[in-house]
C-alpha cells in the first residue's frame, strides 16, 4: 500500500488495483484464465444441486456404466445369435442342393431306365415276329393298317395336284371351295390312290375338309392357297383313272368354265407324313356278351 499526503496534511491508506502494482505480464499470467472461467460460468448459468452433488455425479457415473455394460452384452448376444443363424441357414441351404442333385440323379436314372426298356421291348416284338410262323403276313398286315389308317408315313411314286383360284377370283364361283377339294379327294379314291395328302395334312377316314370362315380346314388345320395334293398309287393309271370319275369330269368342268386352275403331274417318288393318331373316347374293349349279340 502506498501513503498519499491528503490536504488536511493527513496519511490515508489507498488501495490501488494489482494491475497498478504488478507488472504486465505477471498481471496477464494470473487473471487471464481465472476471467475466462468466470465468463464461461456466468453463460451456464448458476450450476444445479445435482450437478453440484459429489454423490449425484457418482450415481450418474455408475449409470452410464452400467448402461454401457448392458449394451455390451446385448451386442454379443446379438453378434452370436446372427452367427449361429447364419451357420444353421448355410446347413440348410447345403442339405437342399444335396437334396435337388439327388432327385435328378433319380430322374435321370429313371429315363435311363425308360430307354432301355423300349429298346428291349421292341427287340423283343422284332423277335416275336420272326419267330412266328406267319411273321411274313403279319408284317404286311401292319404295314397296310398303317397306310390305310395314315398312322404311319409313307413313300412310293404316285401323282401330284396343283389346285388354285381362278385369276383375279371376285366370288365364290371361281375360287376353290371345300366341296371341291372333297370331290377331287374322292375321285382320287375312286382312280386306285392308295394314300392322299392335302399341304402336309394327311387324309384318313377321320378327316374333315370343311370352310372355316375365309379359309379351308383339313385335320382342323387351315390350309393356304395354293392347294397342293399328293397321291400314292400308280403314276402311270391314276390320271387317266382320275379322269373317268365323275369327280374328275366336275373339275375339268369348272376349269373351262370358272377357270380354276389344275394341274397333275406323275412323280416317281413322293413322301407323305403320317396322320396324328386320336385319342378314342367312346371304344372300349368287348365283352363275351357284346361279342354274341354281335
Same mark, same amino acid.
Given at each position: 500500500?502506498?501513503?498519499? /499526503?491528503?490536504?488536511?496534511?493527513?496519511?490515508?491508506?489507498?488501495? #490501488?488495483?494489482?494491475?497498478?502494482?504488478?507488472? &504486465?505480464?505477471?498481471?496477464?499470467?494470473?487473471?487471464?484464465?481465472? *476471467?475466462?472461467?468466470? &465468463?464461461?460460468?456466468?453463460?451456464?448459468? /448458476?450450476?444445479?444441486?445435482?450437478?453440484?452433488?459429489? =454423490?449425484?455425479?457418482?450415481?450418474?457415473?455408475?449409470?452410464?456404466?452400467?448402461?454401457?455394460?448392458?449394451? !455390451?452384452?446385448?451386442?454379443? $448376444?446379438?453378434?452370436?445369435?446372427? =452367427?449361429?443363424?447364419?451357420? =444353421?441357414?448355410?446347413?440348410?441351404?447345403?442339405?437342399? @442342393?444335396?437334396?435337388?442333385?439327388?432327385?435328378?440323379?433319380?430322374?435321370?436314372?429313371?429315363?435311363? $431306365?425308360?430307354?432301355?426298356?423300349?429298346?428291349?421291348?421292341?427287340?423283343?416284338?422284332?423277335?416275336?415276329?420272326?419267330?412266328?410262323?406267319?411273321?411274313?403276313?403279319?408284317? =404286311?398286315?401292319?404295314?397296310?393298317?398303317?397306310?390305310?389308317?395314315?398312322?404311319?408315313?409313307?413313300?412310293?411314286? %404316285?401323282?401330284?395336284?396343283?389346285?388354285?383360284? !381362278?385369276?383375279?377370283?371376285?366370288?365364290?364361283?371361281?375360287?376353290?371351295?371345300?366341296?371341291?377339294?372333297?370331290?377331287?379327294?374322292? %375321285?382320287?379314291?375312286?382312280?386306285?390312290? *392308295?394314300?392322299?395328302?392335302?399341304?402336309?395334312?394327311?387324309?384318313?377316314?377321320?378327316?374333315?375338309?370343311?370352310?372355316?370362315?375365309?379359309? @379351308?380346314?383339313?385335320?382342323?388345320?387351315?390350309?393356304?392357297? +395354293?392347294?397342293? @395334293?399328293?397321291?400314292?398309287?400308280?403314276?402311270?393309271? #391314276?390320271?387317266?383313272?382320275?379322269?373317268?370319275? $365323275?369327280?374328275?369330269?366336275?373339275? &375339268?368342268?369348272?376349269?373351262?368354265?370358272?377357270? #380354276?386352275?389344275?394341274?397333275?403331274? !406323275? *412323280?416317281?417318288?413322293?413322301?407323305? /407324313?403320317?396322320? $396324328?393318331? +386320336?385319342?378314342?373316347?367312346? !371304344?372300349?374293349?368287348?365283352?363275351?356278351?357284346?361279342?354274341?349279340?354281335?
Amino acid at each position: 500500500m502506498a501513503s498519499l /499526503p491528503t490536504g488536511a496534511g493527513v496519511q490515508e491508506r489507498v488501495h #490501488l488495483p494489482d494491475q497498478v502494482t504488478m507488472g &504486465l505480464l505477471p498481471y496477464l499470467t494470473a487473471h487471464a484464465l481465472d *476471467e475466462d472461467y468466470a &465468463l464461461a460460468a456466468a453463460r451456464r448459468g /448458476p450450476r444445479s444441486g445435482a450437478a453440484a452433488d459429489p =454423490s449425484a455425479r457418482r450415481r450418474i457415473g455408475l449409470a452410464g456404466g452400467l448402461a454401457l455394460v448392458v449394451f !455390451a452384452v446385448l451386442a454379443a $448376444t446379438a453378434a452370436m445369435q446372427t =452367427s449361429k443363424d447364419s451357420g =444353421s441357414q448355410e446347413r440348410e441351404r447345403q442339405a437342399l @442342393i444335396s437334396q435337388v442333385k439327388s432327385r435328378k440323379a433319380a430322374v435321370e436314372a429313371d429315363r435311363r $431306365t425308360v430307354a432301355k426298356l423300349q429298346l428291349e421291348n421292341n427287340r423283343l416284338e422284332a423277335a416275336l415276329l420272326r419267330n412266328t410262323s406267319s411273321a411274313g403276313g403279319v408284317l =404286311s398286315r401292319l404295314d397296310l393298317l398303317g397306310l390305310r389308317s395314315g398312322t404311319s408315313a409313307v413313300q412310293g411314286q %404316285g401323282v401330284a395336284i396343283v389346285v388354285d383360284d !381362278a385369276v383375279n377370283a371376285d366370288s365364290d364361283r371361281n375360287r376353290v371351295l371345300d366341296s371341291d377339294l372333297q370331290a377331287l379327294v374322292n %375321285g382320287l379314291w375312286r382312280a386306285g390312290a *392308295e394314300a392322299i395328302s392335302i399341304n402336309s395334312q394327311r387324309i384318313t377316314n377321320l378327316t374333315a375338309i370343311r370352310h372355316a370362315g375365309t379359309a @379351308i380346314t383339313v385335320n382342323f388345320s387351315s390350309l393356304d392357297r +395354293p392347294y397342293r @395334293i399328293l397321291a400314292i398309287g400308280d403314276r402311270n393309271r #391314276l390320271p387317266s383313272r382320275f379322269a373317268d370319275t $365323275t369327280s374328275g369330269q366336275t373339275w &375339268l368342268d369348272l376349269q373351262r368354265q370358272v377357270g #380354276l386352275r389344275f394341274s397333275m403331274h !406323275a *412323280e416317281k417318288s413322293l413322301r407323305l /407324313p403320317a396322320a $396324328t393318331v +386320336p385319342d378314342l373316347r367312346y !371304344a372300349k374293349t368287348a365283352t363275351s356278351k357284346t361279342k354274341e349279340l354281335s
